[in-house]
């Protein structure tokens, strides 16, 4: 019986070379499909027809396969990931792995997308014949195989023509070129691959969000719009559908977006016009004019790696915030009478998002204290028990009130706080907010200790300048 199939073999193991200049790290099995990959929408398939483990063949990115797909949890699918050189002979490979399998299985491959046809496959050769799927002549890359004798040259790469089961009534979409991966996303996103389910939950009519996602419905000019986890689109922006935004993307304001994919990690620069178009990876390219243009301008497109290492100070920030403050305690009384002589109250006390993390994860408001006047670097000086509570790191973003942060261009959550401000060492005081902004969440992302020491470094030079003793603030407000 069909049912009693219940091993699979599935073929991710494509190089990608035809999908360049995109996609070449992860490959054309992880390509971003309305939030997912062909490789969910082919476990989903072969969940559903009884299948219960699967050898998975891949070519690189190993490792991220079997992250993103968990082992097969999800799907109830015990998965094995084996190795391949890339586009090798199915048959090759078959040899090779033939003994992970029962004696009857079915091979797919698990970088194209199809409509669910696994089980109407299997029905069609419940009586032990062998069944390859095809549609108008062409292989779809889905087989039955019949056990001793299994011939799995329909699942070579390219997809050949053959003789097989008409599965008329499916689609099956080769992703075999930009234009295709495109159109693939909008067709997903239309609901026009009947029984696949992309990723997210209906905000309102023709709109799916994702996890922590933010899209105002007045910005959605023309349904659909599928859009990613931890995602962000400015009130001022447009989207004319069908459009797919990725996880962790922010669309800036006045931006307008047209039959287009914006890959995950994306920040979208205020005022652009995407249309028929895949952006991301420092790319903007139009399939359908041959257009490909590499970006090199952050207030453009840039990348928005938002996986921040621990938020919280480091036991490196609060040991130096401790030697700093006992260095400092002969300037409190100054700062305290300066504070006075100024007429005004000495304390200021600003509730502000802090680094550390309730139970549920969620970053907490703590009252930041200032002396109430003063020179920058004496009326910022209790901001440094704030680094030894664990609040604020010494160097970070500036630390915002909470709806304020909320808001900012870094829309899964503000950046790591801290108590100097990378930018006000790095760029010019008149800098836009916009670009001040950006800044700081790429020095979040790009963190390490050489950036640390280089602002150490701009910070000490920085104490003995006109403008840190000026009444300009210099940490951050």
């Given amino acids: 019986m069909a049912a009693d199939i219940s091993d699979a073999l599935i073929f991710a193991d494509r190089l990608g070379r035809e999908l360049s200049p995109l996609f070449q790290e992860t490959g054309p099995a992880l390509l971003p499909l309305a939030q997912r990959t062909p490789l969910h929408y082919c476990l989903d398939d072969l969940s559903a027809a009884g299948v219960r483990r699967a050898v998975v063949v891949v070519s690189h990115a190993a490792e991220r396969v079997q992250e993103l797909l968990s082992g097969g949890e999800p799907w109830g699918v015990e998965l094995e990931c084996v190795l391949s050189r890339g586009e090798e002979a199915p048959a090759s490979l078959l040899r ?110 023709g709109i799916m969000s994702g996890r922590l996602s933010h899209l105002d419905p007045a910005s959605v000019v023309d349904p659909p719009v599928s859009l990613g986890d931890h995602s962000s689109v400015h009130r001022s922006a447009r989207l004319y559908g069908p459009v797919v935004i990725g996880s962790n993307c922010f669309i800036d304001r006045d931006t307008q977006i047209r039959d287009s994919l914006v890959l995950p990690d994306t920040y979208i620069g205020a005022g652009l016009d995407v249309k028929d178009a895949i952006i991301g990876e420092g790319m903007l390219v139009q399939p359908r004019n041959a257009l490909s243009l590499a970006i090199d301008d952050p207030l453009w497109v840039a990348p928005m790696a938002r996986r921040w290492r621990a938020s919280d ?20 009384p100054l700062a305290v009478l300066l504070s006075v002589a100024a007429g005004g109250p000495m304390w200021r006390r600003r509730a502000v998002q802090g680094n550390r993390r309730d139970l549920r994860g969620h970053r907490h408001e703590f009252g930041l204290l200032q002396f109430g006047a003063g020179p920058a670097v004496l009326s910022g000086l209790p901001g440094l028990l704030a680094v030894l509570s664990g609040d604020l790191r010494m160097f970070g973003a500036r630390p915002a009130p909470l709806n304020y942060a909320q808001q900012l261009p870094v829309h899964m959550e503000a950046p790591p706080a801290g108590l100097i401000r990378p930018s006000a060492l790095e760029l010019d005081p008149a800098a836009p907010e916009e670009e001040v902004e950006l800044f700081e969440v790429c020095f979040a992302a790009e963190r390490s200790l050489a950036s640390e020491l280089r602002c150490w470094g701009l910070a000490l030079r920085a104490l003995f300048s006109g403008r840190a003793w000026s009444r300009a603030v210099a940490p951050a407000q």
Avoid: Y
């Avoid at 080769?174 to 992309?198: H, I, K, T, Y």
């Avoid at 100070?313 to 409190?332: F, G, Q, V, Y």
């Fill in 313 to 332: 100070a480091s036991l490196m920030d609060r040991l130096l915030a401790l030697l700093l403050l006992l260095l400092s305690l002969p300037l409190w």
């Fill in 96 to 205: 090779r792995f033939r003994t992970l399998l029962g004696e009857r299985f079915l091979a797919v491959r698990g970088d194209v997308l199809r409509t669910p046809m696994v089980r109407e496959l299997q029905a069609a050769c419940a009586g032990g014949d062998h069944a390859i799927a095809c549609l108008d002549g062409i292989s779809v890359g889905a087989v039955v195989t019949n056990g001793a004798d299994a011939d799995l040259a329909a699942l070579a790469w390219p997809l050949p023509a053959c003789e097989g089961l008409d599965m008329a009534g499916h689609r099956c979409n080769r992703l075999d070129s930009l234009e295709e991966v495109l159109q693939a996303n909008l067709d997903l996103a239309g609901g026009r691959f009947l029984g696949l389910v992309p990723a997210g939950l209906k905000q309102a009519e």
